[in-house]
């Protein structure tokens, strides 16, 4: 239901849901990294960049204690949307893009500030990943804003 509230545009009904769901749950349980992921988005709609920004961090870094590579990636998708929503230029928020390394071994690693924090490897085949048709929406939406 979170979801869905969210998509709807009900915010405080999807921060309810996921806080909800996030009672509990063990450090390696996968949605540990998952709900601050989902409540970064909620707070990045309800205008909070440094809420927001916290829980992209969180989720970063409990796919870091995880070994998820994927979820990584989720969180860095994040804190480039709070770039671009902060006004940041386009360049500074690719930057936290490009922190994602999509290797030809299908082996995903996340590298930040050089060094690399995670790698995992997963079982989709392996394609390059398209970050600028991740990013293309927000930096629309960002042209129309400004």
């Known amino acids: 239901t979170g979801r869905l509230a969210y998509e709807m545009g009900d915010f405080t009904v999807a921060r309810?849901?996921?806080l909800a769901a996030s009672?509990?749950?063990h450090p390696l349980d996968d949605k540990f990294a998952v709900?601050?992921?989902d409540l970064?988005?909620?707070?990045?709609?309800?205008?909070n960049?440094?809420?927001a920004e916290s829980y992209f961090r969180q989720s970063l870094s409990a796919a870091v204690?995880?070994?998820r590579a994927p979820?990584?990636?989720?969180?860095?998708v994040g804190l480039a949307a709070c770039k671009l929503r902060g006004g940041a230029a386009a360049a500074e928020a690719t930057d936290w893009l490009k922190a994602v390394v999509c290797d030809p071994r299908t082996h995903y690693r996340v590298r930040l500030k050089g060094q690399e924090l995670l790698g995992e490897e997963i079982t989709e085949p392996s394609q390059p990943f398209d970050w600028l048709a991740?990013?293309?929406p927000l930096l629309d939406a960002e042209r129309i804003k400004g």
């Not at 979820?71 to 860095?76: A, D, K």
């Open 49 to 51: 960049l440094n809420e």
């Open 16 to 18: 309810q849901s996921f």
């Open 71 to 76: 979820y990584g990636m989720y969180g860095l």
């Open 65 to 67: 204690s995880q070994k």
């Open 35 to 37: 709900i601050p992921y």
């Open 40 to 47: 970064g988005w909620v707070a990045l709609g309800e205008g």
């Open 23 to 25: 009672n509990g749950l």
């Open 134 to 136: 991740v990013i293309r």
